[in-house]
């Protein structure tokens, strides 16, 4: 944001998501008289948005993680 310029400001959706769902959220959870399990619903959806953008921007992919492991139980004598 160099020089109050935010036409050049971009964002992952998957962040996107997950700031919506704590927006969401955190409106939900202060204010008054909304029963207890749409804010839990709010805050369940908020942390699986979460897990699910670190996840797909970790670039991890559980093969390779499977095919760098393997072998690596095998004491060497």
């Given at each position: 944001?160099?020089?109050?310029?935010?036409?050049?400001i971009?964002?992952?959706?998957l962040?996107e998501?997950?700031?919506?769902?704590?927006?969401?959220w955190a409106?939900?959870?202060?204010?008054y008289g909304i029963?207890?399990?749409?804010i839990?619903?709010?805050?369940?959806?908020?942390?699986?948005?979460?897990?699910?953008?670190k996840?797909?921007?970790?670039?991890?992919h559980?093969s390779?993680?499977?095919?760098?492991?393997?072998?690596?139980?095998?004491?060497?004598?």
């Amino acid at each position: 944001m160099e020089n109050g310029n935010d036409d050049a400001i971009t964002i992952n959706k998957l962040a996107e998501d997950y700031l919506y769902a704590y927006i969401k959220w955190a409106i939900l959870d202060n204010k008054y008289g909304i029963q207890e399990y749409i804010i839990r619903r709010a805050q369940v959806a908020k942390t699986a948005k979460l897990r699910n953008a670190k996840l797909r921007l970790s670039n991890i992919h559980a093969s390779r993680l499977i095919m760098v492991l393997r072998g690596k139980d095998k004491i060497i004598k």
